[in-house]
């Protein structure tokens, strides 16, 4: 009987080891098309049987980081969802179309903060939406199963002998009392499980998407008794001294799988030692343990320092003040051929006359000569955008142009347009 419940109780403490968290949430969270800050937006996506809650600590340390935006987090956590594999519509889908919208109205690409299973969320978002793949600047995943957890699939596989052999109790009191109930209610268990169909069938990180994976790696100071040694699994963590290749609950191995480096992202393997008495892997004190690595400086410093890369990698070139800069002849050649291009007309060359140049504006006359032979001449108005100028119209009369109406008044003097 003590057996039996050591499994249900592991199986809950697994269950719920995303339920000893900090008190704070961030602020606000992701509902709908949230709207854009003008920063680099973080969103961060919390594991199995977690809350937004799960980020206080690691959204707290990137608040003071200037230039990104903390405060949006991907609640699933209502009706129980965070216990459902990331297949689930209102998961996997609902992450994706919300980062979409986030992304198309952002001056930067979205960087994603994942934690454990929230990790397999993303892989399952890019799946929903490939149009992501080119729209998400950054993905950090901590913890997460890639190719599952070896936990999961012993828990998992005891509960299930337990059922069909009757160790101990009819095999009915024993799934009664919790073991198959647990894995009912938490449906996603059976797919964390390493080897797991639905592990196999979920898609690899795309190969243009930067990821920076985080894996813990503990290496236990105690041996604790073997009557306390429940699953085959963690008796690797009764050998002092040695690293034990896990967080307590996710293998470093799986959780550095599948991570190609883009330029951004890379692994990072986190080894540290138990403070603690290691009886069970998510009752340890260790800064690499699967849940405190939210909470670890080091962790935290790692993701900051991979930020600030991503903040100088992907800040928009603003728009160039106006200024008395003037195109040379070789610039009103391309924006004048681009211009005509759009319309279906094929140029050989654009000669332009004197230029007039001012706040970012340009007019200038404009012969050209077309690629059937013939020749028109004309003015254009010209505009600077970021570095490189654009024509924003051309004929032979601009005095009516709507362009002209807009353009300053300087330019509207030249153009006559009043």
Known sequence: MKLRTSIVVSLS?????????????????????????????????????????????????????????????FDYSKNNLNRQWVTNPAIGKK??????????????PPTIISHSMGGNVVRQMFKEN????????????IGTP?????????????????????????????????AIAAMTAFSALPALATGSQEMKVLPSWPRNVPVLAIGGNIRPTYAPPNSFVILEQWKQFSVPGFYSGTDGVVTTKSALHGVRINGL??????????????????????????NAMLRSSTVQDRVVSELKKAIKAYTPVAP??????????????????????????????????????????????????????????????LQLAGTSWQVVDLGSDLSDSSACQQAPTQVRTWIGCG
Not at 95 to 108: P, R
Not at 130 to 141: Q, Y
Request: aromatic share 4%; net charge negative.
């Open 95 to 108: 992450l994706a179309k919300q980062v979409a919208c986030l992304a198309d109205k952002s001056e930067y």
């Open 146 to 178: 890639n190719t599952g957890s070896d936990v999961a699939q012993r828990l998992v596989d005891l509960a299930r002998t337990i059922c069909t052999t009757g160790w101990f109790a009819p095999a009915g009191i024993v799934c009664e009392s919790g």
């Open 13 to 73: 403490a697994l269950a719920l080891t995303g339920s000893l968290l900090a008190p704070a949430a961030p602020a606000g969270a992701i509902n709908g098309c949230p709207s854009a800050s003008g920063k680099l937006p973080i969103v961060f996506v919390h594991g199995f049987n977690e809350q937004p809650q799960t980020w206080a600590d690691m959204s707290g340390k990137l608040s003071k980081l200037s230039g990104v935006d903390v405060t949006l987090p």
């Open 130 to 141: 490939p149009s992501l793949k080119s729209k998400v600047g950054l993905v950090v995943t």
């Open 265 to 290: 992202g890379g692994t990072f393997e986190y080894k540290c030692s138990a403070e603690a008495p290691l009886v069970l892997p998510i009752a340890t004190k260790a800064d690499c343990e699967h």
């Open 320 to 381: 160039s003040q106006p200024s008395n800069a003037c195109p040379s002849s070789d610039q009103i050649d391309t924006a004048v051929k681009q211009y005509l291009a759009k319309q279906g007309v094929e140029t050989d060359r654009n000669d332009a006359g004197e230029v007039q140049c001012g706040q970012g504006w340009a007019v200038t006359s404009v012969t050209t000569k077309l690629k059937d032979g013939g020749e028109t001449s004309g003015g254009a108005i």
